[in-house]
């Protein structure tokens, strides 16, 4: 079925081929899939929503179905939209618009391409916009903008979020640059929402391309795609006949658009009611503000060096680095309530070594961040060794800026031998996404509480560790850059790596009386690979006992302090004792006064 779209961008004007719709089969209920081909009785099908059970191709649905497949029984309330003028242009081109209008009309029974309801899921009251592929191949024109501005304002003005749900060939072409301007439209209504913390999500079904795909349906804060959905801004043939090349077989599906960094998850379709409530009950803006809940922190958390026995730092480093410590996402699987992991930098790939989503911390709406390591060498391999690319740091900063926007305190879990060295994390521009973090987390105006869980290498967890509390495992390091690194550069010899390490004071006692942590968090005896979910505990309630302290803070206050906290490292003070060197362990070193060199990773 070829509907007539087009594709903004440069002098592309594509028809967009969707996938067949379910063909009728010999007698009245039998289908064909339209991904396999394979024949599917109707009545099933339906009660699967529409997906096949051999290939999980997931059929076009109509506004109706997909109303009933996402809402609560009984709770859409259809939103009116006034009608517009259709045809601006008084436009013909074999046939006149207004007799296409008329005819898209009568078959699909609709008013136009979109509508608008407000509804529940699981309870959670939301405004949504559904797209419908098959009246005018959900070209995007003057009505559909409207409908999708009305939405968004009566989100706004009722503080509800907003849920879209996409199938587009681009802008309609019979409303000319009147439907240009719609891009502009939707665009600046999502950006209203956002400056009012109003929570957006985008459902991309397939097919969402051209001035939809560059407009509402990407500007969301939280992107779901249903499985092979596909998006783009130029359609595949326009790419192929200007480039000359062919293209992967999935270019453009939802699957190579979540590698690429594009959407946050994929949703098999009978997912998407619970990810969904589990989203909007997340991350929903409350009128009474995030739940306070009262800590213990002088339990979970010790504050005086004195009370950390002294160890060989050369110890802690291998501690810090056992397989068996628990991760970012083991930590996150212990400690929170419906965490959805978000995906993506939104402009290039997803970082495996850096992993970030919203959930419930005992109750309290929280965004988590961390870098992701592994148990295994497959996991540590596919995590790159829980060192990120620029990328990572891009997806944590989106994460952070939607913490922000909602009003969630930010926690960053950082274990990290440093950010990946590599050819593409330069050309990417590695420093620069660190260095961005750094002013970003300077001025967030929610609490940012970060823990050293592991290894905290240099830049690379710096980059998430600008924070209003700092804290970290008793076992874990946090250092300028390894021993080993620092051993090579400085003694020119990587054996004297304890060395180094008792020097730089890598290990939770110097560094809480450094002030560079402000707490360590006690380890089970045999540490935090030992006792897992011992550790996950202690955790938790360090996380609590932080939260309670800086909830009650306002923004300017969070601010200042925070910018206060790292304002007076290196700044002699009045109670700034001088600090006595530990002793030196393992090789004698030479004086290297002149080469005091910070190779950061
Ligand atoms: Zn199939």
């Known amino acids: 079925m070829t509907i007539e779209a087009i594709t903004i961008g440069p002098a592309t004007v594509e028809p967009t081929t969707v996938e067949p719709i379910p063909r009728r089969g010999p007698g009245s209920t039998w289908l064909l899939c339209g991904g396999c ?30 109303l009933d497949l996402l809402l609560d029984a009984d709770s859409a309330r259809p939103v009116d939209v006034p009608a517009i003028d259709g045809d601006p242009l008084e436009f013909t081109d074999t046939r006149p618009y207004r007799d296409r209008l008329r005819d898209a009309r009568a078959s699909t029974g609709l008013d136009e391409a979109a509508a608008c309801v407000r509804g529940t899921i699981d309870g959670n009251p939301v405004v949504v916009v559904v797209m419908d592929f098959r009246f005018l191949g959900g070209s995007l024109g003057a009505t559909v903008g409207e409908v999708f501005t009305r939405a968004a304002e009566l989100a706004l003005r009722e503080r509800t979020p907003l849920l879209t749900v996409t199938a587009s060939g681009g802008a309609r072409m019979q409303e000319g640059a009147i439907a240009l301007m ?29 001035g939809v795909a560059a407009s509402f349906a990407t500007l969301a804060d939280v992107i779901i795609a249903e499985p092979g959905a596909r998006l783009g801004f130029a359609g595949r043939r326009v790419i192929e006949q200007t480039i000359r090349q062919s293209l992967p ?22 997912e998407l009611r619970a990810n969904l409530a589990r989203l909007l009950s997340v991350s929903s803006r409350r ?68 992993v970030a989503g919203l ?12 870098t992701q390591k592994g148990h295994t060498a497959d996991e540590l391999r596919y995590r790159n060794f829980g060192m990120p690319t620029p990328a990572g740091y891009r997806k944590s900063a989106r994460v952070m800026r939607l913490a922000a926007k909602l009003g969630l305190p930010v926690i960053t879990l950082i274990d990290t031998a ?17 260095a961005e973090n750094l002013r970003l987390m300077a001025g967030l105006p929610v609490p940012v509480v970060a823990v050293v869980t592991g290894e905290g290498g240099s830049g690379g967890a710096l980059a998430l560790a600008f924070a209003d509390r700092v804290l970290m495992c008793a076992n874990a390091v946090y250092s300028v850059i390894s021993a080993e690194g620092c051993a090579a550069i400085l003694w020119k010899n990587p054996a004297a790596a304890p060395t180094a390490a008792a020097a730089l004071r ?72 001088p600090v006595p060197a530990p002793a030196p362990s393992g090789d004698a070193h030479e004086s290297q006064t002149d080469r005091s060199v910070e190779a950061t990773r």
């Open 182 to 210: 719609q891009m502009a439209k939707t665009s600046q209504a999502l950006g209203q929402l956002d400056e009012a913390g109003i929570l957006t999500v985008s459902l991309i079904t397939d097919p969402t391309f051209g």
């Open 359 to 370: 959930g419930r911390l005992d109750g309290i709406p929280v965004a988590v961040l961390g």
């Open 287 to 354: 009128a009474d503000g995030i739940p306070r809940q009262a800590g213990r922190p002088d339990r979970a958390v010790v504050t005086d060096p004195e009370q950390l026995a002294r160890r060989d730092a050369w110890e802690s480093v291998r501690a810090a680095r056992r397989l068996g410590r628990p991760t970012t996402l083991d930590y996150a699987a212990m400690i929170l309530e419906d965490f959805t992991e978000l995906r993506g930098d939104r402009m290039s790939a997803d970082c495996p070594a850096l």
């Open 506 to 577: 890598v290990d939770a006692r110097e560094l809480l009386r450094l002030g560079v942590v402000d707490g360590v968090i006690p380890e089970p005896d045999g540490g935090a690979d030992a006792d897992p979910a011992g550790t996950a505990a202690r955790l938790r309630e360090a996380l609590r006992g932080a939260l309670a302290d800086l909830l009650p803070l306002d923004q300017m206050n969070l601010v200042t302090r925070r910018r206060a906290r790292f304002r007076q490292f290196g700044v002699a003070t009045p109670a700034s004792a």
């Open 418 to 434: 440093g950010a990946y060295p590599g050819i593409e994390a330069e050309e990417q521009a590695q420093a620069v996404a660190i």
């Open 37 to 66: 081909g394979t024949m599917l009785y109707e009545r099933r099908f339906a009660r699967d929503g529409r997906v096949c059970p051999d290939c999980s191709w997931h059929a076009p649905m109509t506004i109706h179905q997909r």
């Open 249 to 270: 077989e999935d270019f453009q599906t939802a699957e190579f658009l979540l590698a690429h960094g594009v959407v946050d998850l994929i949703s098999p379709r009978h």
